[in-house]
C-alpha cells in the first residue's frame, strides 16, 4: 500500500499505513524532521500511535478484575508501546486510519487516528473504544524527532516539569514523585504546565502542545529525541488504570506546531 500524502503550502506529511499507521515523515522549510526507519525497527522512527497501552507494560503481564491477562513481550523483558506500532492499519478516509483490535486484544474493541495538517501545525488524533467488555486502556504519541537536521543544526530541548516519577531497577515508574534530575532522560515526568519545546538554532522549533500532564521524555541516543504524551504512566495496568466500560472512547491529541527562524535559509 503507497504512502498517505497530505500536504499544507509547503509542508509535507507522509503516512504509512502498513508499518504502524505511523506518520512516517514530516518535512518543514525542506527539512524532515522525523527519524528514519533503519532496518527492522519498529520502535524508533517516524511519529507512531502508542495503544492499548503505552510504554512498558512489565513482564508483559497484568491481572484485570481478578483474571490474568499476557501479553508478547516485544522489548525484553517488558512488552512496550501497545499494539499499533507493528500493525497495518485500514485506511478508511483522507487521513483517518482505524484498527481493529479483535484478535490481538484480549478484550477487543477499536483504535483510530486522524491527521490533519495545516501550515503550522499537525494535529494527530487518537482514540480507543471499547468493545462488548470493559478493558483498561492507555494512550500516547511517539515522536521520534531528529536530534540534527540536514543542515547540521542540533536539537535543542526545553522542559519544565514539576516533578518526575522514580524507576525501579527494571525501568518501571514506582509512583513514587521525584525532583527532576539532569538528563539524558528515559523518564516519566507529570505537572508538566507549559508546552514541551524543541529547537533547531537557525533552522526551526517545535511546540508539542497536548492536553495530557504525563509525558516520557527519551533523549539518550545521538540521532533522536522522543517527547511522548500519554494519558497515564508507564506499566498503569499494575497499579491504577483507566477503565472504559463498553462502547466507551478515551482521547488524545498531540499538536505538533512550528516556527521557522527568520535567517533560514530557505
Given at each position: 500500500m503507497a504512502l498517505m500524502e497530505l500536504t499544507a503550502g509547503t509542508v509535507v506529511a507522509r503516512i504509512d499505513p502498513v508499518r504502524g499507521g505511523r506518520l512516517a515523515s514530516l518535512v518543514v522549510a525542506g527539512e524532515e524532521l522525523l527519524a528514519p526507519r533503519l532496518g527492522s525497527?519498529?520502535?524508533?522512527?517516524?511519529?507512531y500511535a502508542m495503544a492499548?497501552?503505552?510504554?512498558?507494560l512489565r513482564h508483559g503481564e497484568f491481572v484485570f478484575r481478578g483474571v490474568h491477562h499476557a501479553v508478547e513481550v516485544d522489548h525484553p523483558p517488558h512488552a512496550i508501546h501497545g499494539l499499533g506500532h507493528r500493525a497495518e492499519w485500514e485506511v478508511f478516509r483522507d487521513g483517518q486510519l482505524g484498527l481493529d483490535l479483535d484478535g490481538r486484544w484480549a478484550f477487543g474493541g477499536r483504535a483510530e487516528q486522524r491527521f490533519t495538517l495545516r501550515?503550522?501545525?499537525?494535529?494527530?488524533?487518537?482514540?480507543?473504544?471499547?468493545?462488548?467488555?470493559?478493558?483498561?486502556?492507555?494512550?500516547?504519541?511517539?515522536?521520534?524527532?531528529?536530534?540534527r537536521l540536514d543542515q547540521g543544526t542540533s536539537a535543542v530541548v526545553s522542559f519544565t516539569p514539576a516533578w518526575m516519577l522514580a524507576l525501579d531497577g527494571e525501568g518501571i515508574p514506582t509512583g513514587e514523585r521525584v525532583a527532576p534530575g539532569p538528563g539524558p532522560w528515559d523518564?516519566?515526568?507529570?505537572?508538566?504546565?507549559?508546552?514541551?519545546a524543541l529547537r533547531w538554532p537557525g533552522a526551526l522549533s517545535l511546540r508539542l502542545e497536548s492536553s495530557s500532564s504525563t509525558?516520557?521524555?527519551?533523549?539518550?541516543?545521538?540521532?533522536?529525541?522522543?517527547?511522548?504524551?500519554?494519558?497515564d504512566a508507564p506499566d498503569a495496568f499494575n497499579a491504577s488504570p483507566r477503565i472504559l466500560?463498553?462502547?466507551?472512547?478515551?482521547?488524545?491529541?498531540?499538536?505538533?506546531?512550528?516556527?521557522?527562524?527568520?535567517?533560514?535559509?530557505?
Open positions: 525497527d519498529d520502535l524508533s522512527w517516524g511519529c492499548p497501552w503505552a510504554g512498558r501550515a503550522d501545525a499537525i494535529d494527530l488524533d487518537l482514540s480507543v473504544t471499547a468493545g462488548k467488555e470493559p478493558m483498561p486502556a492507555v494512550l500516547g504519541w511517539h515522536p521520534c524527532l531528529r536530534r523518564d516519566c515526568f507529570e505537572g508538566v504546565t507549559e508546552a514541551p509525558w516520557v521524555v527519551f533523549d539518550r541516543r545521538d540521532d533522536m529525541v522522543c517527547i511522548e504524551p500519554q494519558t466500560d463498553p462502547g466507551e472512547t478515551l482521547s488524545l491529541r498531540l499538536t505538533i506546531r512550528w516556527n521557522i527562524d527568520p535567517v533560514h535559509p530557505s
